[in-house]
């Protein structure tokens, strides 16, 4: 007979092969029918909430890896948080307006002037609608579970009137005004930016060195002195209107080719070198506070340049004679303000030069760094013309420069109310920790917000303005404009006379004809994205405010984290979050920036299409995410290696235990073999530790843990000693049961444990379950560990020791076969000599040693009379001999039993036994 058909072999449906481009889609259409995030939100109705509030992608694109980086990261915390105890909803959501918009429908032909303002804010909100749609489809395909039905979106009516009430909000603390300061100004994007669309690039900038005649030196400056300035933005040298020196510094007048020049002293060396004086005098010092108010020459115009003191020049760089233009600097501007010197910024929104620059008026401001640079050479103020590379600002969006220039602008305040906004960051816990130390550095130094902007597609700032163009912003009118946003939406600004905006007979002071007009400019989108915890948490009933954790990459400290900081502060006095946790950005294998002309992109889509949207989860999983992350085909192939181990030892597992029914078939943990209760305590060893993880967010500690327990624990260890009883044995062994036991139990923990990472996988295999209710995996809770008493540590030593042992007899196993002392380890009888310190774990009971170390004869030998052919190892010596007996047809051991059964004759007496039980039950 064949004595194969008497084994009990796996038996299973769940296939080897994962198939995940083609049957994730079916698993998704099967999850979007049974409606499994409304059932999940069921489920865990009434249990302490914890919300993760997403941080809105911008609705322009296909994913990146960034994207996927980020939303799976998302995805499975919210999973964790499902099964462990929490109700945790996840609203979705995008940030649609914005510039980047505008220029896509540019790019697409439309032509802006040709239509009214609300006509392209349609076209604008249709595009980005469509945006939405795309987007979602591709998060719903890498497996995010969340509400995707019924996401928020800030051009929807009700969040544009949330966002209108806090500013109304800030605006009655007096945290919002409108006035002239230099902002950092983008003449691609003709707009204001704030700190957070701000990027720095390597630029190639002119750096000259001019002179500035001396006109009223007070009796301190002879007439025949200039003042020395440095700098690399000649363009700027138009709107002059002073000289900055710090009062503490010592300054000298130097003569040098044929000149006097007054420069800071402790810059000469480097200032010498720079222009090239091989020799020069010092005629005599002075204190910088003796400078106060000399009047300076303007070297182009016929305009006196003041000489004021200030705090902020350095004796870093340049000459300690700073030139101050203040309609193009912070500090230029504030000093000059302090002297009573108004702004000057002869250049338009385009980045061209006004008549208010006579000699340059309609130059492009990069083009006039030359003509300028030229004009001071004509006048004899040039004295030193290079070129240096530097780190300078770009528009984030168009990737060109930027300027700082003067304009009236809508602020919020940050000085006002700084104090309380360090305090929310102390209150806030940071993953990884030294995130509290950036975003609290930012906040510190942070200037206020300029929050307008001259686009049209955006939130519009809800001010009016009175006959004598008097600033109106009060509660009643807040009201109205937030009431109508949220029933007409934010087009009506651009489509409705200010009068019907009002308050129905609204009356100020400032217009005693009753006329009023309306701003022009909309809202910062970091203002949109920044009220999203009024908008979306506090708008919505299935959510809380403040949420349990904002989660972005590292950018969002200048951006989204720092925005949302703001405005809750600002309204509510603490942060919107209780914890942040950032990532790193994904670069590609060698470390560099993604981008098309490198070819060196990997998208979401393609690594779903090749290898399945679990395959990216699992590598999600395995990245240290708080640093910046590479991305390659390799590491890709590498985590699919770890997928197919966890695949196969689901399917290895659940085929031999087909037969088990938990509730009739279980072994009480005290009635298991010690070799069983070893691997179950492993077991609750890995629930405890892939828990906490999960609970810090260290999801490679999650992967690494579950991989080496399927591999040493399970795969090259207890599944391989198991063939020989779950095999082998009669069905209702209680050996077997007892394997069975801890196979099925190790199994259901695996798939819990692993679902918010492989959730198709994990569902799939859930569907081959014959002992569950629940539908889903999704709609059970993770185990928990068990506390095994007085007998895990006794077993942890135990098996400990065994372990080492085992590892040698391994080795020694490998040297037999090499040497063709034996072919399979089962044709070997093993003899193991134990130092005494190891001889009591050879004492065990119930420890079936050759089926430990699958042999097929197992002795115990005395370290005093080590056999002469056996290895010396790490732990014992070890005798590898060719066991006794012939090999059983069945269960392929050797012994001397083979032939002792008449009816039998071709396999041992224990397998005999098992065959003859069985064709008697089968009988």
Not at 292 to 298: E, G, M, T
Not at 416 to 439: H, M, N, V, Y
Not at 620 to 638: E, G, I, L, P
Not at 789 to 805: D, P, S, V
Request: charged share 25%.
């Amino acid at each position: 007979m064949d004595y194969k058909d008497t084994l009990l072999m796996p038996k299973t449906d769940f296939p080897m092969r994962g198939n995940l481009p083609n049957r994730e889609p079916e698993m998704q259409a099967k999850w979007e029918e049974m409606e499994i995030y409304k059932k999940v939100q069921e489920r865990t109705e009434g249990r302490p909430h914890f919300i993760l509030h997403d941080g809105p992608p911008y609705a322009n694109g296909d994913l990146h890896m960034g994207h996927a980086l980020n939303k799976v990261l998302k995805d499975m915390i919210v999973r964790h948080k499902s099964m462990t105890g929490f109700h945790s909803p996840y609203v979705p959501g995008w940030d649609t307006h914005g510039l980047p918009i505008e220029q896509a429908l540019v790019n697409k032909g439309v032509k802006r002037k040709e239509h009214s303002i609300a006509e392209f804010r349609k076209m604008c909100e249709e595009y980005a609608l469509g945006q939405i749609d795309s987007q979602r489809s591709q998060f719903k395909r890498i497996g995010v579970r969340g509400d995707w039905d019924n996401p928020y979106i800030t051009l929807k009516p009700s969040f544009e009137a949330r966002q209108i009430q806090v500013f109304g909000d800030m605006a009655k603390k007096g945290y919002i005004y409108k006035g002239l300061r230099p902002v950092y100004w983008s003449p691609s994007s003709e707009s204001a930016l704030a700190e957070a669309e701000i990027e720095y690039q390597d630029k190639k900038s002119a750096s000259i060195y001019v002179s500035f005649p001396v006109k009223d030196g007070l009796g301190v400056l002879e007439e025949d002195v200039n003042f020395l300035i440095w700098t690399t933005t000649p363009w700027t040298i138009p709107a002059n209107l002073g000289i900055s020196v710090h009062p503490e510094f010592t300054y000298v007048i130097v003569k040098a080719q044929d000149e006097k020049f007054l420069i800071a002293k402790d810059l000469l060396t480097f200032v010498a070198e720079e222009i090239g004086w091989e020799d020069y005098t010092v005629e005599r010092e002075l204190q910088g506070s003796e400078l106060d108010r000399v009047v300076a020459k303007h070297p182009l115009y016929d305009r006196d340049s003041l000489v004021m003191l200030g705090e902020h020049v350095s004796a870093d760089a340049g000459t300690g004679c700073v030139h101050t233009a203040p309609g193009h600097g912070e500090d230029d501007f504030y000093i000059s303000q302090a002297y009573g010197i108004d702004a000057l910024s002869p250049i338009d929104d385009r980045g061209v030069m006004t008549d208010e620059a006579p000699g340059f008026a309609g130059m492009f401001y990069e083009d006039a760094n030359k003509a300028v640079t030229e004009a001071l050479d004509k006048v004899g103020c040039l004295k030193k013309l290079s070129f240096i590379t530097h780190s300078y600002p770009h528009d984030w969006r168009t990737k060109k420069p930027v300027i700082y220039r003067a304009t009236a602008q809508w602020f919020a305040s940050i000085k006002s109310f700084r104090p309380e906004l360090l305090q929310a960051i102390k209150d806030t816990k940071f993953t990884p920790s030294w995130g509290e130390t950036r975003l609290y550095n930012m906040v510190r130094d942070r200037g206020d917000w300029c929050i307008s902007r001259q686009r049209v597609w955006g939130v519009p700032i809800p001010v009016f303005y009175g006959e004598n163009d008097e600033p109106i912003i009060t509660d009643e009118t807040i009201a109205s404009v937030a009431a109508i946003f949220r029933e007409h939406g934010s087009n009506v600004w651009f489509e409705w006379d200010a009068k019907d905006l009002l308050p129905e007979g609204f009356t100020h002071p400032s217009s005693p004809n009753g006329v009023f007009t309306k701003e022009t400019d909309i809202m910062d989108v970091w203002f949109d994205s920044g009220s999203t915890h009024q908008g979306v948490l506090e708008e919505r009933d299935d959510l809380v405010y403040p949420a349990d954790l904002y989660l972005e990459g590292s950018d969002q400290y200048r951006g989204w984290f720092n925005s949302s900081l703001t405005t809750s502060v600002a309204i509510n006095g603490h942060a919107p979050y209780k914890g942040i946790l950032s990532h790193g950005f994904t670069l590609d294998g060698n470390g560099r920036k993604m981008s098309k002309s490198l070819g060196n992109v990997i998208v979401p889509a393609k690594v779903m299409n090749q290898m399945g949207a679990d395959i990216l989860r699992l590598w999600v999983s395995s990245v240290d995410y708080t640093a910046d992350v590479r991305v390659s085909d390799s590491n890709f192939k590498q985590v699919s290696e770890v997928y197919r181990k966890i695949r196969n030892t689901f399917r290895f597992i659940h085929g031999n235990t087909s037969d088990f029914n938990p509730a009739t078939d279980r072994v009480q943990f005290e009635d298991l073999r010690p070799v069983d209760q070893y691997v179950y305590l492993k077991l609750q060893d890995l629930i405890k530790e892939v828990r906490e993880a999960y609970e810090n967010y260290e999801f490679a500690t999650v992967y690494h843990a579950t991989n080496n327990f399927c591999t040493g624990v399970l795969s090259s260890f207890y599944l391989d000693i198991a063939k020989d009883v779950v095999y082998i044995e009669n069905k209702n062994h209680p050996h077997r049961r007892a394997m069975q036991t801890v196979m099925h139990d190790t199994l259901m923990a695996l798939v819990q444990l692993l679902t918010p990472i492989l959730p198709h996988t994990t569902d799939e295999m859930w569907a081959h379950f014959d002992h569950v209710e629940e539908e889903s995996v999704q709609l059970t809770d993770m185990p928990e560990a068990q506390d095994l008493g007085a007998e895990a540590e006794k077993l942890r030593e135990q098996f400990g020791t065994l372990m080492l042992i085992r590892d040698d007899v391994l080795k020694a196993l490998e040297v037999a076969r090499n040497e063709k002392t034996i072919g399979k380890s089962l044709e070997a009888k093993l003899t193991v000599c134990v130092p005494e310190a190891y001889k009591d774990v050879f004492k065990a009971k119930d420890i079936d040693f050759a089926q430990f170390f699958i042999v097929s004869e197992f002795t115990e030998g005395d370290i005093e009379n080590v056999p002469e052919h056996a290895l010396k190892l790490d732990t014992v010596s070890v005798l590898i001999e060719a066991a006794n007996g012939e090999k059983c047809d069945r269960c392929w051991t050797i012994s001397e039993t083979v032939g002792s059964d008449e009816l039998h004759p071709e396999i041992c007496e224990r397998c005999a036994s098992v065959v003859k039980e069985h064709y008697t039950v089968t009988e």
